[in-house]
């Protein structure tokens, strides 16, 4: 049965425009629901066919059997005389298009395919979600404190038309996250579960420091400064390792910025956690020295290269700051180059047995 239909077209016009979704994906999910409905009412399955045509703004929907001289599957075959009552000049092997009047479908028919068309649309509105917030993955995202949860400390955001959980261990310790609040968040990963796409976000990643650092500083986000490596206690102490291939630039001063600027904007979104900026180098000497600024390192033996493991001499009085608080800063500096360092006073071995 071929149909012009204003008010349909013009109701999948509104349709696509109110969910922001496309109209030929629209036209997918309602022509899996028509041939579903048709095939309730008359059984078979693929030799039923929907045509529709935005453009033309026209649909057919039609069974295809083909003419047999023994009928074995009344929903895909018909006999010589069946044939001819469509087609006059038929024969064995001919393929006939038998029009189906929408009327015919039935209340049921008809509510089954309004409930599938419900369906497909949401499963579209699904897919559109995940690939725009998958297209986020390891992105940094502006998002709204939506709720928190008083006892679990969860917090819903708002992220565009998406809502996403930010639980209470991938914020930063210390933060007080209040409704109607802005905040910056790392998309950790995007996931797909049976309620749709599930949107994995932190505070606390390493990846959030590096975006931030992107965002404020030209030179990152140009490539002529890279960022070699990050260790983070989030809420507490950053060190970021950085480089350029260019002479002509300095790479810390690039992150600290004119008067400190940068770092300082950088400081402020993550509510006043330290940043070290240390000057990354292929010499793990050298490194492992910048590693456990801002301490001043007299000298680096390397123990075993192998297992990654070495001994750093301070200056007596630097000791604790090279240790840091509750070891701290030697954690991070060993977090950042991938080195377990024993760090000794330079008047003597200390804690030795």
Known sequence: MAANNNDFFEALELLAKEKG????????????????????????????????DPVEETFKIYIRKEVVEEVTDPNTQMTLEEGKTYRSRCRIGSVID???????????????????????????????????????????????????????????LLIGKSEAVLPKNEQVPGEVLIEGQHIK???????????????????????????LFENEVPEIFDGTVQVMGIAREAGQRTKIAVYSKDENVDPRGACIGPRGTRVAN????????????????????????????????????????????????????????????????????????????????????YGEE
Request: glycine share 6%; hydrophobic share 40%.
């Open 21 to 52: 979704v496309s109209k030929e994906s629209l036209v997918e999910k309602i022509r899996a629901a028509i041939v579903h409905a048709v095939r309730r009412d008359y059984g078979g399955s693929d030799n039923i066919h929907v045509d529709i």
């Open 185 to 211: 968040v790392y998309v950790v990963d995007v996931e797909v579960s049976d309620r749709g796409p599930k949107i994995l976000i932190s505070r606390t990643h390493p990846g959030l420091v590096k975006r």
């Open 266 to 349: 950088i400081v402020e979104e993550l509510g006043g956690e330290k940043i070290d900026i240390v000057l990354w180098s292929e010499d793990p000497v050298k490194f492992i020295s910048e590693s456990l600024s801002p301490a001043n390192v007299v000298s680096v033996e390397m123990i075993d290269t192998e297992a990654k493991t070495c001994r750093v001499t301070v200056p007596d009085h630097q000791l604790s700051l090279a240790i840091g608080n509750r070891g701290q800063n030697a954690r991070l500096a060993a977090k950042l180059t991938g080195y377990r360092i024993d760090i000794r006073p330079e008047s003597g071995y």
């Open 98 to 156: 038998i029009p189906v009047k929408v009327k015919k479908f039935g209340r049921i028919a008809a509510v089954n395919a309004k409930h599938v068309i419900r369906q497909g649309i949401r499963d579209v509105e699904r897919m559109q979600v995940f690939e725009e917030l998958q297209s986020k993955q390891g992105e940094l995202v502006n998002a709204v404190v939506n709720r928190v949860d008083p006892q679990k400390g969860n917090a819903v």
